[in-house]
């Protein structure tokens, strides 16, 4: 019986990105799995501070971030798991800053300054990157979002081994639309959407975890 983690980067705990995290863990525990999701934003913790106590020869934390706080244990149950989901809304074109700085925690550790780079990561498991997105199908298929998608998915395959990337488009983003200044697109088309596509992209979700899960046995 294995373990997946998710880990959500997005400051809500009940929306769009959090639910489909929900979903995928739920489709983990449907194989057998123990499963774990972790809230960035209810942690105190801060991005890579360029000490290198990850690179020093013969240093005791080689490959592992000397960096105490609280982001220290999700990296060390990480570090046991037989698969690992992110997931985080798109701000500004990229992932959110927690998940951002998260992710410099993560990766570097494991990165070798060798050519072709290599990874201290010493087993293969499987990876996905979950995304939530105001934006449509189509344009995640341009900068910038394609290039930050194809960046992280190529850096999480090269540590980890495995990483796939799966998207919701076009996803609510409140719950009432009257109270904000919107005019985007048009809201009830957004609601609609919620309610027909949304539950499909959980489906997926589910499958997408079931899939990891079996994957990392």
């Given at each position: 019986m294995g373990t997946v983690i998710a880990i959500n980067g997005s400051p809500r705990k009940t929306w769009n990105t959090a639910t489909l995290l929900e979903h995928a863990l739920e489709g983990a525990k449907s194989q057998g799995a123990e499963t774990e999701l972790v809230h960035l934003y209810d942690l105190d913790y801060k991005g890579c501070t360029s000490c290198f106590a990850c690179k020093?020869?013969?240093?005791?934390?080689?490959?592992?971030?000397?960096v105490k706080d609280d982001i220290t244990p999700v990296l060390d149950r990480i570090a046991r798991a037989?698969?690992?989901?992110?997931?985080?809304?798109?701000?500004?074109?990229?992932?959110?800053?927690?998940?951002?700085?998260f992710m410099e925690r993560l990766m570097f550790p494991y990165l070798v300054y060798t050519w072709?780079?290599?990874?201290?990561?010493?087993?293969?498991?499987?990876?996905?990157?979950?995304?939530?997105m105001n934006v449509s199908e189509e344009q995640i298929k341009e900068p910038p979002y394609s290039v930050h998608?194809?960046?992280?998915?190529?850096?999480?395959?090269?540590?980890?081994?495995?990483?796939?990337?799966?998207?919701?488009?076009e996803t609510l983003q409140f719950e009432d639309y009257d109270r904000v200044v919107f005019s985007y697109c048009d809201p009830e088309e957004r609601r609609k959407r919620h309610r027909e596509v949304?539950?499909?992209d959980c489906k997926?979700?589910?499958?997408?975890?079931?899939?990891l899960a079996q994957a990392g046995r």
């Open positions: 020093l020869k013969d240093g005791k934390s080689y490959g592992k971030c000397a037989d698969a690992l989901i992110l997931g985080s809304p798109f701000y500004f074109g990229t992932v959110t800053g927690e998940m951002r700085s072709p780079p290599a990874s201290l990561f010493t087993r293969k498991v499987p990876t996905a990157f979950v995304y939530t998608v194809g960046l992280n998915e190529s850096v999480l395959a090269r540590i980890f081994g495995q990483a796939e990337s799966f998207f919701s488009f949304f539950p499909e997926k979700a589910f499958e997408l975890g079931a899939r």
